[in-house]
């Protein structure tokens, strides 16, 4: 059974920094890409990164050069470091895989505010 939890959400001010985590448990972690998605209120669901098993990644325009998701197989970890955060940013953050895409976790909350 697939399981994923996420962490590191928090308040921080604009221009600031938050690093999440999400450590994953049921499958093959290093076989699989992970994502992260972020759901604001009132918004669908959007996908804000991917790293494939391989390590290659991929951003939404709205957060490329801010943003960098990385891995740890050793650890079936996904993290997602958010630079330079806006007060858009503001969202519940949640990690996916395609492995289970019906898979989601409880998320964390990112709140951008000063």
């Known amino acids: 059974q697939v399981q994923l939890v996420e962490s590191g959400g928090g308040l921080v001010q604009p221009g600031g920094s938050l690093r999440l985590s999400c450590a994953a448990s049921?499958?093959?972690?290093?076989?699989?890409?992970m994502m992260w998605y972020r759901q604001a209120p009132g918004k669908q669901r959007e996908k804000v990164a991917i790293?494939?098993?391989?390590?290659?990644?991929d951003y939404a325009a709205a957060v490329k050069g801010r943003f960098t998701i990385s891995r740890d197989n050793a650890k079936n970890t996904v993290y997602l470091q958010m630079n330079s955060l806006k007060a858009e940013d503001t969202a519940v953050y949640y990690c996916?895989?395609?492995?289970?895409?019906?898979?989601w976790g409880q998320g964390t909350q990112v709140t951008v505010s000063s």
């Open positions: 996916n895989t395609p492995r289970s895409p019906s898979s």
């Open positions: 049921g499958f093959t972690f290093s076989n699989y890409a």
């Open positions: 790293i494939t098993s391989g390590g290659s990644t």
